[in-house]
């Protein structure tokens, strides 16, 4: 059974930095496709990051604050994240893809990950 648990979040000023972690149970990381969502209040969830199995990683800000990486060893997925601003206020997910999901194809699309964790909130002020 595929689990996944985030920790990690917190509430920190504008500027600073904090490390999301995703624990994941049942498969391994290294063999499925994850990513990083955030959901802010009254807006619509979207992708952060993604991952594959090659390591080749996708980032929805270009401004290079965020880093995402995986430790397989610890079945472990991580989002880096630097300059904080208080529009990244928003609850952060893993996501793990479904089998056959491709999600290396389309990685924002959320329907494509049939996993997900219960999420950990970040809460930047200003």
């Known amino acids: 059974q595929v689990h996944l648990v985030e920790s990690g979040g917190g509430s920190v000023q504008a500027g600073g930095s904090l490390r999301l972690s995703c624990l994941a149970s049942?498969?391994?990381?290294?063999?499925?496709?994850m990513a990083w969502f955030r959901q802010a209040p009254g807006r619509e969830r979207e992708g952060v990051a993604g991952?594959?199995?090659?390591?080749?990683t996708n980032y929805a800000d270009s401004e290079g604050r965020f880093t995402i990486s995986r430790d397989n060893a610890k079945n472990t997925l991580y989002l880096q994240m630097n300059s904080l601003k208080p529009e990244d206020t928003a609850m952060y997910y893993c996501?793990?893809?479904?089998?056959?999901?491709?999600?290396?194809?389309?990685?924002?699309?959320?329907?494509?990950?049939?996993?997900w964790g219960q999420g950990t909130q970040v809460t930047v002020s200003s």
């Open positions: 996501a793990a893809c479904s089998p056959f999901g491709f999600c290396s194809v389309s990685w924002r699309s959320g329907d494509r990950y049939g996993y």
């Open positions: 049942g498969f391994s990381t290294g063999n499925r496709f």
């Open positions: 991952i594959g199995s090659d390591g080749r």
